[in-house]
């Protein structure tokens, strides 16, 4: 979990390394990675309480070399672990500091990955653990319910805003539908961070209407109030590294799940009827970052949007973005059913003309159709 900042280069790296499986000589910082990736994944390797016995990090500009050995607490799947057994780890890993302080007598559950060409396993994520004694699973389904008992259970005893968010952020990408109810109090927090991340996270959880369409309000909230070149100032609540947050990247951090991939294509119909609204947000909201409402708003309802957001979508036809214009007009093709095919911008701007005209007289001939009323 991460802010992005004015340091742009460093966070494209980091963004970079939590996908790619680049080795640790390389230099590039994987970060803590999101449990439903990782316990998704076949690299899935080893789940284990460990207890701190050392660490450190040495940093270097573009590298983050993390030296930590720990101590077996108890093996909840995978193999080559047994209780009381020391393990060392030295990898570019970013331990998440602010959810297990990187400190001897810490205890963690920790889930590692071991790709194909590799000999050890790597640190993929570090979890947060209430017990000392975690139960052993055989499977990696099973793994999943142990993690949202442990998270859920140092979430209710805890009262740090900064953590609550973490916490919150790291547990709804695996909490099943029927506790999504349990975020609910976090609405009603101060912090607005908290709030948000309850909320972000009642909308992929719950799938209610209610909560897109307050997540819908708290994005234009926050694009009236924001704008891409006024910072928010770095403070302890965040991740406690140099430098100040870009809005826009912050706020999609939390909403993580609005772009055009949101979820496994099984899933596709029930959740995107609940992310409509916060597409729509988006686009008809952000004024100021193009790239931003392109990748967020058009984009995604270039693939999911309804006949309904023909308007919308015809209303940047002449946006100056041309890549706007080409989703934009796509959409409405795939509505519609034109038989205009976007492949890459320079091809666009070739037929451009004839796109425009197509477009153009099929939106006249709905112009008195109910449905775009």
């Given at each position: 979990?991460?802010?992005?900042?004015?340091?742009?280069?460093?966070?494209?790296?980091?963004?970079?390394?939590?996908?790619?499986?680049?080795?640790?000589?390389?230099?590039?910082?994987?970060?803590?990675?999101?449990?439903?990736?990782?316990?998704?994944?076949?690299?899935?390797?080893?789940?284990?309480?460990?207890?701190?016995?050392?660490?450190?990090?040495?940093?270097?500009?573009?590298?983050?070399?993390?030296?930590?050995?720990?101590?077996?607490?108890?093996?909840?799947?995978?193999?080559?672990?047994?209780?009381?057994?020391?393990?060392?780890?030295?990898?570019?890993?970013?331990?998440?500091?602010?959810?297990?302080?990187?400190?001897?007598?810490?205890?963690?559950?920790?889930?590692?990955?071991?790709w194909q060409n590799e000999k050890e396993p790597r640190i993929a994520t570090v979890v947060p653990v209430c017990n000392e004694r975690v139960e052993a699973v055989k499977s990696p389904v099973n793994v999943r319910p142990l993690l949202v008992k442990e998270l859920l259970s140092g979430l209710k005893s805890e009262t740090s805003p900064v953590r609550q968010r973490l916490l919150i952020r790291q547990v709804t990408r695996i909490l099943p539908r029927e506790e999504a109810p349990l975020l609910l109090p976090y609405l009603e927090s101060k912090d607005e961070w908290v709030r948000r991340a309850a909320l972000a996270g009642l909308v992929i959880v719950g799938r209610e209407e209610k909560y897109s369409n307050l997540a819908a309000d708290d994005l234009r909230q926050f694009f009236k109030s924001h704008s891409k070149d006024t910072f928010i100032p770095a403070f302890?609540?965040?991740?406690?590294?140099?430098?100040?947050?870009?809005?826009?990247?912050?706020?999609?951090?939390?909403?993580?799940?609005?772009?055009?991939?949101?979820?496994?294509?099984?899933?596709?119909?029930?959740?995107?009827?609940?992310?409509?609204?916060?597409?729509?947000?988006?686009?008809?909201?952000?004024?100021?970052?193009?790239?931003?409402?392109?990748?967020?708003?058009?984009?995604?309802?270039?693939?999911?949007?309804?006949?309904?957001?023909?308007?919308?979508?015809?209303?940047?036809?002449?946006?100056?973005?041309v890549h706007e214009r080409a989703c934009c007009l796509a959409a409405i093709s795939r509505m519609l059913k034109l038989g205009l095919t976007y492949t890459n911008d320079e091809d666009f701007e070739k037929n451009e003309q004839k796109w425009q005209a197509t477009v153009k007289n099929a939106v006249e001939q709905l112009a008195d159709d109910k449905s775009l009323k």
């Open positions: 979990m991460y802010g992005t900042k004015r340091h742009t280069i460093f966070s494209v790296v980091l963004l970079l390394s939590a996908f790619l499986p680049t080795p640790s000589s390389a230099g590039i910082i994987r970060l803590n990675a999101d449990l439903d990736r990782v316990l998704n994944s076949p690299d899935l390797f080893q789940v284990f309480v460990a207890k701190i016995v050392s660490g450190k990090v040495r940093s270097d500009f573009m590298s983050q070399i993390l030296d930590v050995n720990v101590s077996v607490s108890s093996v909840v799947y995978g193999p080559g672990l047994t209780a009381g057994q020391e393990v060392a780890f030295r990898d570019a890993f970013a331990w998440p500091d602010n959810l297990v302080p990187l400190a001897a007598g810490q205890r963690c559950l920790i889930l590692t990955e071991k302890s609540d965040f991740e406690k590294r140099g430098g100040d947050y870009a809005p826009y990247p912050l706020l999609f951090d939390y909403y993580y799940y609005l772009h055009s991939n949101p979820c496994p294509r099984s899933e596709e119909p029930e959740l995107v009827k609940f992310l409509l609204p916060l597409y729509r947000a988006v686009a008809e909201d952000l004024k100021d970052s193009p790239d931003d409402r392109l990748l967020h708003g058009w984009g995604p309802l270039h693939h999911f949007g309804t006949k309904e957001d023909i308007p919308s979508l015809y209303a940047v036809h002449d946006s100056r973005n």
